[in-house]
């Protein structure tokens, strides 16, 4: 890990993690991670004046719309966010991956986790009281990497203990029962117990990571996602109540997927592949597959394809990809690597991109669309996906004020702890 304080007696004290500068707060400082939180959300809620204090920070603070990560699923821009990096600084472009050597899927943070430090775990190198509050247990063990603090899940919250967590009671915190995972009191779990351990003044900084449940069964502005909406911004509130210094950003955004008459709208790759290469002759991976989720059906908007018989040209691949109706742009493996700043050990022939409104996947018989329990699929993994709010409760300093251009997701830790007045 990149670690040092800078030895200046005249500034104030700070960490460098990932080749970046974090001043060690003077202010209470968390940060949410507004998991799926597309643009169209906020600007609904707004619309529908239920959001007052998201619509304070916006108008008083600072608003813009940032770029997510590519791909722009879950794990890897929560990573981005703690490390202050891209995937290609922290490894993680996905929740699995293929290992071209062994012809085995292998799940990404499990493997041989992150290679880069977080800046939550510098800063309580340094002295400042750091909390990780995730909604899903399954980020938790990369987000804590090498963190002393606090740190747990609001899925496993009863079982917290001082020893493992930092922590113990936090049912007794919250005031109750840890929620199950597909209950949007999830996330509403994660923001109490951030505003209880601040107006308790336990901690310097929070990240709280929610979950996006609600947004990949509720469209912007419908009931369902403002009532979500209405309900994270009382906890806003009562963050900035508590004197906390705000922000806010999303991993990605979310888009519906889906036909008019309510059906999946998806490419299915590996079926298209196989009819032209004959079976087993590629490999469709789709990096948002995750045996913990039901509500995706494992469709997204980002694949990776790789060459599995070495009697198949590469460049016939991309071009029988490109031709699949609902591919909007494929490009190889090195070169999406570098364009979108992703490990490129991780990629393979290449990358596939969904075109807007479409879902890519594997093989049809792959992918179990009954657990969408008839709602339409909504989902993200694209460039459609990647823009995102970038909001804090305070306006920026004059500095930063000067760097608000080409604003990516993984800034909000440098504009919050150095980049506000
Ligand atoms: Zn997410």
């Known amino acids: 890990m990149a670690l040092r304080e800078t030895g200046d007696a005249q500034r104030s004290r700070a960490v460098t993690v990932n080749g970046r500068r974090y001043a060690l707060p003077t202010r209470t400082t968390a940060v949410i991670c507004y998991d799926g939180c597309d643009p169209a959300y906020v600007e609904a809620a707004r619309a529908a004046a239920i959001v007052p204090h998201l619509a304070q920070m916006m108008d008083e603070g600072f608003a813009a719309i940032a770029d997510a990560a590519m791909p ?8 981005s966010i703690v490390c202050g990096a891209p995937p290609s600084v922290h490894g993680i472009s996905g929740n699995y991956y293929f290992d071209e050597a062994t012809g085995r899927e292998t799940m990404m943070v499990d493997a ?27 980020l938790l063990k990369a987000l804590a990497n090498d963190l002393d603090g606090i740190a747990f899940s609001a899925e496993r919250a009863d079982d917290a203990t001082l020893a493992q967590n930092g922590i113990e009671d936090v049912t007794g915190l919250v005031g109750r029962a840890a929620p199950s995972q597909y209950d949007p009191d999830l996330s509403l779990f994660v923001l109490d117990a ?24 509720h469209a912007p502005g419908s009931g369902g996602a403002n009532a979500f909406m209405a309900a994270v911004d009382q906890r ?7 004197g906390a210094t705000v922000g806010i950003v999303a991993d990605h955004g979310m888009n519906d997927m889906a036909h008019g008459d309510g059906r999946a709208r998806v490419a ?12 087993g002759r590629t490999r469709v991976i789709c990096p948002i597959t995750d045996p913990f989720v039901r509500h995706h059906g494992a469709l997204g908007g980002f694949v990776r394809i790789h060459v599995t018989d070495a009697a198949v040209d590469p460049a016939a691949v991309l071009a029988a990809v490109g031709a ?13 690597a570098a364009e979108f700043e992703m490990p490129p050990e ?19 018989a792959d992918h179990d669309l009954s657990a969408l329990a008839g709602t339409r699929l909504r989902s993200h993994g694209g460039l459609a996906e990647r823009r995102v709010p970038f909001i804090l409760s305070r306006p920026l300093n004059a500095a930063y004020q000067q760097k608000t251009a080409n604003l990516r997701n993984y800034d909000i830790f440098d504009f919050a702890l150095n980049g506000v007045v």
Do not use: C, W
């Not at 290679?115 to 899903?136: E, F, M």
């Open 268 to 279: 299915y790759v590996a079926d298209a592949l196989d009819a032209t290469f004959g079976p």
């Open 194 to 217: 951030g505003v209880r351990l601040i107006e308790a003044g336990r901690v310097d900084v929070a990240y709280l990571s929610l979950s996006d449940l609600v947004q990949h069964s």
């Open 112 to 138: 041989e986790g992150m290679r880069a430090g977080t800046i939550l775990a510098a800063l309580a190198g340094a002295g400042a009281r750091v909390a990780a509050i995730t909604a899903k247990d399954k």
């Open 324 to 336: 699949i109706a609902g591919v909007g742009r494929v490009l190889p493996g090195a070169e999406a």
């Open 346 to 364: 991780r990629e393979g022939a290449a990358v596939a991109i969904a075109a807007p409104g479409y879902a890519l996947g594997a093989h049809a």
């Open 72 to 79: 722009t699923f879950t794990n890897p821009n929560n990573l």
């Open 236 to 242: 806003v509130g009562a963050l900035i109540a508590a």
